[in-house]
Nanobody, 119 residues
Framework: QAQLVESGGGLVQPGGSLRLSCLAS????????MGWVRQAPGKGLEWVAT????????NYADSLKGRFTISHDNAKNTLYLQMNSLKSDDTAVYYC????????????WGQGTQVTVSS
């Protein structure tokens, strides 16, 4: 059964950096979109970034360009999100998600990892 497991969340001070990881298992295809979505306290889901497994083309939410970087290591079946210059507004639960049908919507989700930006 396909599974996504995030790690790397935690408490970080404003201006700091954090790298999230998402270990994938059980996926049979090698072609899919991989992404990160976050949910801040009391708010809805917000798309962060997406990367294509074959060409590594990336897309980012405009508000996060330049601070966040999405990448993946196919050999390790791991997706990453490097977050720099963190702000209190970045506090959220971060979810790793896959779109295996390439239909533009995520059909597999991880359990989420909490990121708290606070002094």
């Amino acid at each position: 059964q396909a599974q996504l497991v995030e790690s790397g969340g935690g408490l970080v001070q404003p201006g700091g950096s954090l790298r999230l990881s998402c270990l994938a298992s059980g996926f049979t295809s090698s072609s899919y979109y991989m992404g990160w979505v976050r949910q801040a306290p009391g708010k809805g889901l917000e798309w962060v970034a997406t990367i294509y497994s074959v060409h590594s083309n990336t897309n980012y939410a405009d508000s996060l360009k330049g601070r966040f970087t999405i990448s993946h290591d196919n050999a390790k079946n791991t997706l990453y999100l490097q977050m720099n210059s963190l702000k209190s507004d970045d506090t959220a639960v971060y979810y790793c998600a896959y779109d295996t049908g390439l239909g533009g919507s995520f059909d597999h989700w991880g359990q989420g990892t909490q990121v708290t930006v606070s002094s």
